[in-house]
T-cell receptor, first 114, second 113 residues
Framework: DTGVSQNPRHKITKRGQNVTFRCDPI?????LYWYRQTLGQGPEFLTY????????KSRLLSDRFSAERPKGSFSTLEIQRTEQGDSAMYLC????????????FGSGTRLTVV | GEDVEQSLFLSVREGDSSVINCTYT??????LYWYKQEPGAGLQLLTY?????DMKQDQRLTVLLNKKDKHLSLRIADTQTGDSAIYFC?????????????FGAGTRLAVHP
């Protein structure tokens, strides 16, 4: 297993366009998390999945954001009608059922909205 | 509430020890973590400590936990230029149902010759 994989690494989009990011977690990990990191800040929690079920969403996740994890494997994060404030690094992480031993993070997708 | 605070910047000379400090607010947190982030990269888990421990050592890394003061520190011995990065303290609080990591803003460590 090569760890958590995220695609694309970079995305530049025009304001108002839709974008979709993909995350492939470590195969035996049940839990998958999405975080957002803006410049100079720590990662902020967006949402997490236990297998295919989305169990929690942050207030940061507006109606323009949607995440899915069909079949409990890879996950996608879609942002509709992007705004400049959406520019950030989007990080995906996975963990076994109990995340107490730490999460494994991917390298992230850097989104720039122009 | 959930809040993790760190000093923003630390500069050390190569070969010296670095000490990065963190305070957290949720006394119910049972696990505390240190992550490292290099430029343009994701986060790498360095080490974690259970709240029933006072200290944990792993090669050049030493973690100290003061539960009374809710203070966590990471000491890096014999700091090298490759240690230059941003270091994040994180907790998994009960108030989040033990379901999500809460991060501080990160401490940027600069190592100079």
């Amino acid at each position: 297993d090569t760890g958590v994989s995220q695609n694309p690494r970079h995305k530049i989009t025009k304001r108002g366009q839709n974008v979709t990011f993909r995350c492939d977690p470590i195969s035996e990990h049940n839990r998958l998390y999405w975080y957002r990191q803006t410049l100079g800040q720590g990662p902020e929690f967006l949402t997490y999945f236990q297998n295919e079920a989305q169990l929690e969403k942050s207030r940061l996740l507006s109606d323009r954001f949607s995440a899915e994890r069909p079949k409990g494997s890879f996950s996608t994060l879609e942002i509709q009608r992007t705004e400049q404030g959406d520019s950030a690094m989007y990080l995906c992480a996975s963990s076994p059922r109990t995340g107490f031993y730490g999460y494994t993070f991917g390298s992230g997708t850097r989104l720039t909205v122009v | 509430g959930e809040d993790v605070e760190q000093s923003l910047f630390l500069s050390v000379r190569e070969g010296d020890s670095s000490v990065i400090n963190c305070t957290y607010t949720d006394s119910s947190s049972t696990y505390l973590y240190w992550y490292k982030q290099e430029p343009g990269a994701g986060l790498q888990l360095l080490t974690y400590i259970f709240s029933n421990m006072d200290m944990k050592q792993d090669q050049r890394l030493t973690v100290l936990l003061n539960k009374k003061d809710k203070h966590l520190s990471l000491r890096i011995a014999d700091t090298q230029t490759g240690d230059s990065a941003i270091y994040f303290c994180a907790e998994i609080p009960l108030s989040g149902g033990y379901n999500k990591l809460i991060f501080g803003a990160g401490t940027r460590l600069a190592v100079h010759p």
